[in-house]
């Protein structure tokens, strides 16, 4: 069965750096886009970022474009996702997702989602 | 951006009531709007994509439509284990943007 387990968050400083990683398994990772999206405590869902397949194509949402890099390793079926600059508001529960499709707009919709990990920034 | 707005914020409704959820896109997405169900402490699940297509495994009970930018999420017969919070969700172009919420309550 299809798993995504998101790893390396916790509590961070404003200014500095974390690294997300999501392992993923029980489906062939080469073949799919993911995504990052996240919440923040107690409000709705936000998408961070989506990188291809093939890692030819990354898009950002405008709050993080520049600050975050999404990147993944098909050869470890590993999604990462690297912080820098972090604020306090990049703070909340950070989740992969596996994009439903292989081709748009079906790969734009998510249909298995990590347990994901929180980012709290604060100093 | 494509701003989505979700109406209401929260409902309380009894077992077996039909129950409504709209979402209005601020531009035209065609039919590239998902729905996601969410219960605390735990990931959201697709419930619905392409407006109106039904996730594999999702009950008969929940449906979605669309009337141009509109686009609606019906329970049909709300059940206890309904209790979560739905978001919309479009897909039609980056970034993808979702609603602000529905949180749906049993009375």
């Known amino acids: 069965q299809v798993q995504l387990v998101e790893s390396g968050g916790g509590v961070v400083q404003p200014g500095r750096s974390l690294r997300l990683s999501c392992a993923a398994s029980g489906f062939t990772f080469t073949a799919y886009a993911m995504h990052w999206v996240r919440q923040a405590p107690g409000k709705g869902l936000e998408w961070v970022a989506v990188?291809?397949?093939?890692?030819?194509?990354?898009y950002y949402a405008d709050s993080v474009k520049g600050r975050f890099t999404i990147s993944r390793d098909n050869s470890q079926n590993t999604l990462f996702l690297q912080m820098n600059s972090l604020r306090p508001e990049d703070t909340g529960v950070y989740y992969c997702?596996?994009?439903?499709?292989?081709?748009?707009?079906?790969?734009?919709?998510?249909?298995?989602w990590g347990q994901g990990t929180l980012v709290p920034v604060s100093s | 951006d494509i701003q989505m707005t979700q109406s209401p914020s929260s409902v309380s409704a009894s077992v077996g009531d039909r129950v409504t959820i709209t979402c209005r896109a601020s531009q035209g997405v065609s039919t590239w709007l998902a729905w996601y169900q969410q219960k605390p402490g735990k990931a959201p699940k697709l419930l619905i994509y392409a407006a109106s297509t039904l996730q594999s495994g999702v009950p008969s009970r929940f449906s979605g439509s669309r009337s141009g930018t509109d686009f609606t999420l019906t329970i049909s017969s709300l059940q206890p284990e309904d209790s979560a919070a739905y978001y919309c969700?479009?897909?039609?172009?980056?970034?993808?943007?979702f609603g602000g919420g529905t949180k749906v309550e049993i009375k």
């Open positions: 990188i291809s397949s093939d890692e030819s194509d990354k």
């Open positions: 969700q479009q897909a039609d172009s980056f970034p993808l943007t």
């Open positions: 997702a596996r994009a439903m499709g292989r081709s748009s707009p079906q790969s734009r919709y998510f249909d298995f």
